[in-house]
């Protein structure tokens, strides 16, 4: 089982990056994928996460509107499209799965599957 986040990296607040995460080595399209991040000293918190069911997705209350998930089933990638990026955004973004057919949960626990972590950071 592997997932490989990409696509961090540093920018002026008001910029975008775009995360990807790879996946192989599981039933990845039963799966819902979560975006998490952690920043040091604290929890790691959901971002965004989306339902193996096409089209049904949740956000963190502070990014809803900046940024968007989306799932490539035949390249087995999930992307995290982050614009207007802020300060408070800086931290390391982690995706994970979960073999499910409920709708997603942004709550750590449930997640089985975990990447590496890619970095964002983001200056005033």
């Known amino acids: 089982v592997q997932l490989q986040a990409s696509g961090g990296g540093s920018v002026q607040a008001g910029g975008s990056l775009r995360l990807s995460c790879a996946a192989s080595?599981?039933?990845?399209?039963?799966?819902?994928i979560g975006w998490f991040r952690q920043v040091p000293g604290k929890e790691r918190e959901g971002v965004a996460c989306?339902?193996?069911?096409?089209?049904?997705?949740d956000y963190l209350d502070s990014v809803r509107g900046r940024f968007f998930i989306s799932r490539d089933n035949i390249k087995k990638a999930v992307y995290l499209q982050m614009n207007n990026l802020q300060p408070e955004d800086t931290a390391i973004y982690f995706c994970?799965?979960?073999?499910?057919?409920?709708?997603?949960?942004?709550?750590?626990?449930?997640?089985?599957?975990w990447g590496q972590g890619t970095l964002v950071t983001v200056s005033s």
């Open positions: 080595g599981f039933n990845y399209e039963y799966s819902a």
């Open positions: 989306i339902s193996r069911k096409p089209g049904t997705a």
């Open positions: 994970a799965a979960e073999d499910t057919a409920a709708p997603c949960m942004m709550m750590v626990g449930v997640y089985e599957y």
